[in-house]
C-alpha cells in the first residue's frame, strides 16, 4: 500500500498479488524491490512520479512512487543505494526511468513545503521557484534525476518523456487539474527471462 514516504518493500514469490485490491496488502511503502523473474511490481500515480529501476548486470528491478514527500526524502537514491549495498549493484550500471508526472508549471506548493525543499538544498530556481501569491513551482522530474545522478546512475542511464500529466488531460489522469475527482494511471515493470537463460 502507498503512503507517500520513503519506505522500501523486497517483495518475492509470496507477495504475488498483493495490493491489487483493497486491503490486500500486508505492508505499507512507496517503493518495491525484487530479484524474482516475471513477477511484475506495481504503483498507482495521478500526478506522482513513478520512477523504474533495472540493472544491466544483475537480475534486479524496483519501482518507486515519489510525490513531494517521495521526491524531498530522495527516494529514488534511496532505492538505488539500497540495490548497490543490498546486491551488489554497480549504480554505473543501473538504468531508470521516470513516469510523466506534473509539470513545474501545473505544481504549485505552499510557502511551508517549500521550505522543506529549501533547507534540503533544492532552493535553485531550477527545481523551485517562486509563484504567485506566495506558492511555489516544484520540478518533480528535475529534482528527482539530480538525486539519481547522485546516487551514481548515469545521465545517459535516465529516461525521462516530460510529458505532464495535467497538461495532457487527453492522455492522463491528474489529482490536481481533476481537484481529487479522477483515476488512477498504473505502473508496471517486471524482470523477463530470455532464451538461453539471461534476465533483462
Given at each position: 500500500?502507498?503512503?507517500?514516504?520513503?519506505?522500501?518493500?523486497?517483495?518475492?514469490?509470496?507477495?504475488?498479488?498483493?495490493?491489487?485490491?483493497?486491503?490486500?496488502?500486508?505492508?505499507?511503502?512507496?517503493?518495491?524491490?525484487?530479484?524474482?523473474?516475471?513477477?511484475?511490481?506495481?504503483?498507482?500515480?495521478?500526478?506522482?512520479?513513478?520512477?523504474?529501476?533495472?540493472?544491466?548486470?544483475?537480475?534486479?528491478?524496483?519501482?518507486?512512487?515519489?510525490?513531494?514527500?517521495?521526491?524531498?526524502?530522495?527516494?529514488?537514491?534511496?532505492?538505488?543505494?539500497?540495490?548497490?549495498?543490498?546486491?551488489?549493484?554497480?549504480?554505473?550500471?543501473?538504468?531508470?526511468?521516470?513516469?510523466?508526472?506534473?509539470?513545474?508549471?501545473?505544481?504549485?506548493?505552499?510557502?511551508?513545503?517549500?521550505?522543506?525543499?529549501?533547507?534540503?538544498?533544492?532552493?535553485?530556481?531550477?527545481?523551485?521557484?517562486?509563484?504567485?501569491?506566495?506558492?511555489?513551482?516544484?520540478?518533480?522530474?528535475?529534482?528527482?534525476?539530480?538525486?539519481?545522478?547522485?546516487?551514481?546512475?548515469?545521465?545517459?542511464?535516465?529516461?525521462?518523456?516530460?510529458?505532464c500529466t495535467s497538461c495532457r488531460e487527453d492522455l492522463f489522469y491528474s489529482y490536481r487539474r481533476?481537484?481529487?475527482?479522477?483515476?488512477?494511471?498504473?505502473?508496471?515493470?517486471?524482470?523477463?527471462?530470455?532464451?538461453?537463460?539471461?534476465?533483462?
Open positions: 500500500m502507498q503512503v507517500h514516504g520513503t519506505d522500501l518493500i523486497v517483495v518475492g514469490e509470496e507477495n504475488r498479488g498483493e495490493g491489487a485490491l483493497p486491503g490486500t496488502a500486508r505492508v505499507e511503502g512507496d517503493a518495491l524491490i525484487t530479484t524474482e523473474i516475471r513477477l511484475p511490481l506495481a504503483a498507482y500515480s495521478a500526478d506522482c512520479m513513478l520512477i523504474y529501476f533495472a540493472s544491466k548486470e544483475k537480475p534486479l528491478a524496483a519501482l518507486a512512487h515519489a510525490g513531494w514527500r517521495g521526491t524531498l526524502g530522495g527516494i529514488g537514491a534511496k532505492v538505488a543505494r539500497y540495490l548497490q549495498v543490498h546486491y551488489g549493484a554497480d549504480p554505473g550500471q543501473l538504468v531508470a526511468a521516470l513516469s510523466p508526472a506534473v509539470c513545474r508549471e501545473c505544481y504549485e506548493i505552499d510557502g511551508k513545503t517549500a521550505e522543506l525543499f529549501r533547507a534540503g538544498g533544492w532552493d535553485n530556481p531550477a527545481y523551485l521557484e517562486p509563484s504567485a501569491a506566495g506558492s511555489f513551482k516544484l520540478d518533480l522530474g528535475a529534482v528527482n534525476r539530480e538525486q539519481l545522478t547522485g546516487a551514481g546512475i548515469r545521465k545517459e542511464n535516465i529516461r525521462w518523456s516530460g510529458l481533476d481537484r481529487g475527482v479522477t483515476g488512477r494511471m498504473i505502473g508496471f515493470i517486471a524482470i523477463r527471462e530470455q532464451q538461453g537463460g539471461r534476465t533483462s
